[in-house]
């Protein structure tokens, strides 16, 4: 199993960047895929999520309206579109797969002045 995501980076204050995940070795479009974060002294939380076909997705409450979260099972990649960034969307963000509990590397979202 392999979740590689990319796509991070230094954003000002109301800007965008969007976020991709490779997965492989799994039956990708099977499962569930969701994007999670992790800032500085703070716990790894749930950031968005999307259902195996696509159809389904949910967001924290503090990123609706703002970030939206896409897969293309053909590819097997998921997206995760970021809008409006702030400094609290600071974070390590990482892309997730139920199937063996498994984790990306991580990819580091910057959004300062």
């Known amino acids: 199993v392999q979740l590689v995501e990319s796509g991070g980076g230094l954003v000002q204050p109301g800007g965008s960047l969007r976020l991709s995940c490779a997965a492989s070795?799994?039956?990708?479009?099977?499962?569930?895929m969701s994007w999670h974060r992790q800032a500085p002294g703070k716990e790894r939380e749930l950031v968005a999520g999307i259902s195996p076909a696509g159809g389904s997705t949910n967001y924290a409450d503090s990123v609706k309206g703002r970030f939206t979260i896409s897969r293309d099972n053909a590819k097997n990649m998921v997206y995760l579109q970021m809008n409006s960034l702030n400094a609290d969307d600071t974070a390590v963000y990482y892309c997730y797969t139920p199937h063996r509990n498994f984790w990306g590397q991580g990819t580091q979202v910057t959004v300062s002045s």
């Open positions: 070795g799994f039956a990708f479009s099977m499962y569930r």
